[in-house]
């Protein structure tokens, strides 16, 4: 089992960055694919971003391509969500999802409390 703790989240102006952080407790980290989901008030939780056990492969959103990168360090057991060009309509609350399958928004097992991202215009 793994714990994930967010953090990074924030306020930001519309064309501005930050750089969520995904802190996991355990001695597995690497063993797990790990990820980003987000919710935005009143609608759906939806897939963001996915990186492999090794660091190697990654999905992205079709909305989010060329602006976030995802990234872990697994000495540090952390993953990282550096989003850049932010717009209005990426406010919402994002979670740090882990599981042993890779997926493309598939079924994660383990989930962060989620840390609020706010976008102004």
């Known amino acids: 089992q793994v714990q994930l703790v967010e953090s990074g989240g924030g306020l930001v102006q519309a064309g501005g960055s930050l750089r969520l952080s995904c802190a996991a407790s355990g001695r597995t980290f690497s063993r797990y694919a790990m990820g980003w989901f987000r919710q935005a008030p009143g609608l759906e939780r939806e897939f963001v971003a996915a990186?492999?056990?090794?660091?190697?492969?990654?999905y992205y959103r079709d909305s989010v391509k060329g602006r976030f990168t995802i990234s872990r360090d697994n000495a540090k057991n952390t993953v990282y969500l550096q989003m850049n060009s932010l717009k209005p309509e990426d406010t919402a609350v994002y979670y740090c999802?882990?599981?042993?399958?890779?997926?493309?928004?598939?079924?994660?097992?383990?989930w962060g409390q989620g840390t609020q991202v706010t976008v102004s215009s």
């Open positions: 999802v882990a599981d042993y399958v890779f997926t493309r928004g598939g079924k994660y097992d383990y």
């Open positions: 990186i492999n056990r090794s660091g190697g492969s990654t």
